[in-house]
């Protein structure tokens, strides 16, 4: 598998994603974003070609009474993000509407598991954060 590196704004630390080449991740289509509940794109999953600036105003597709985020430190909220836009990084942010700590996702990588990203609040970013967008930098 090829790595590349992520960082966290104010983190000096890179983190390894990992490119979609798992038969695990074969299940997100090409252009979309799919996030899942769970680290190593487990749990529920939501799948998106489009931004999203409140994680907690969409459900996951295959449990519709789930919202993506209920919350800080919530065990459903999203854990992990395969990118398989192979023209656009995305970016993850702490708060709604794009705003806060953030980290990105390269073209075509992937995010395993939130909980080895810190932000630069001093948060994991596991089950904290509340938007994304497609096409945008920290």
Not at 1 to 7: D, E, G, H, S
Not at 95 to 104: A, D, L, M, P, Q
Request: charged residues 15%; proline residues 4%; contains cysteine.
């Amino acid at each position: 598998m090829t790595k590349a590196a992520m960082l966290a704004v104010g983190a000096a630390a890179a983190v390894a994603v990992v490119a979609p080449a798992d038969a695990a991740l074969a299940a997100c289509k090409t252009g979309d974003a799919c996030l899942y509940s769970n680290a190593g794109f487990q749990g529920y999953k939501y799948q998106t070609f489009n931004s999203t600036p409140n994680l907690g105003s969409v459900r996951y597709d295959n449990a519709a009474s789930v919202p993506l985020y209920s919350g800080d430190g919530m065990g459903t909220n999203v854990s992990s993000l395969d990118n398989w836009d192979f023209d656009h990084p995305i970016t993850v942010y702490y708060n709604s509407g794009y705003r806060g700590s953030c980290f990105e996702i390269p073209v075509g990588g992937s995010a395993r598991d939130f909980s080895t990203i810190r932000l630069s609040n001093g948060l994991s970013a596991n089950d904290n954060m509340n938007s994304f967008h497609f096409n945008r930098h920290c």
